[in-house]
């Protein structure tokens, strides 16, 4: 059976869905009155998904992740590739022993020790920064202190510093302190536009010419604004677990569905270049 057309499915799903429950998004997203997905469209393509990858659940007992640590790693990955971006972080923690003697290093020897990831000047900067304002708020070298900040303080406190985007924040939230935030990487953000889960670019030029106040006009479809709709729709049990199947890339929707493919979902099933996504997942040798 062929899957329809993403954009046909979307509107399916918004008929099927209706506007009731969909509150949140009056609340939250920059999309005011966009109505895909509902809550239950996010439910039924988790339920489908998860049969196939697995619902993924926080493992109990797991050992904390230093947040400066994660920040700091997350700096050192853009516009590079993992493997030279986990090195880069492996040289910085191997030739310093603690976050103060970052602080207090000379900058040359910082991007010395990153160089291999790139952008070892600029890095260095935010890098630094980052050690220094937090030492001098709080006497120490430190972001353990946000396990006791709110979803919307976690995001406060973070993204005022350079490097510091709300994809990186929504990790935080969601792995490392526990709130229920849904982080938009690249795949999430591709598979969201293929879904109709975000306006198209005429559907958004159409709302706009509409709009009798800047307040009502849709602003452009970025990661940033899909992050902010996603996150007001998507109900908090499942941004965890829908997160790490659509963003897995050794066991999630990611090995059948990737960049190249187009996945569609008509509220029951999904599909990958219009075969089901079971099947493609078994074709790729991702499940049996």
Known sequence: KPAAKPRALAKVAARAGGVSGH????????FVGFQRPTPADVVALHRHLAAIFGERRPTKGRQRRDILGTVVGTILSQNTTNTNSHAAYANLRAKFKSWDEVRLAKPAAIEEAIRCGGLAPKK???IQ???RTIHAERGQTSLEYLRNESKEGVHEQLERFTGVGKKTVAIINLFDVGHPDMAVDTHVFRYAEQLGWLPSAEERAAHNSKATSAKERWPVVTRDTAYAHLDAVFPDKLKYSMHL????????LPTTCTARDQLAFDGSKAFVNGVPVREAAREAGVVK
């Not at 509150?23 to 920059?30: E, F, V």
């Not at 199947?245 to 999630?252: E, F």
């Open 23 to 30: 509150k949140a998004i009056l609340g939250g997203s920059p």
């Open 124 to 126: 260095t900067k935010w």
């Open 245 to 252: 199947i659509l963003t897995d890339t050794v066991g999630g």
């Open 129 to 131: 920064h980052i050690c």
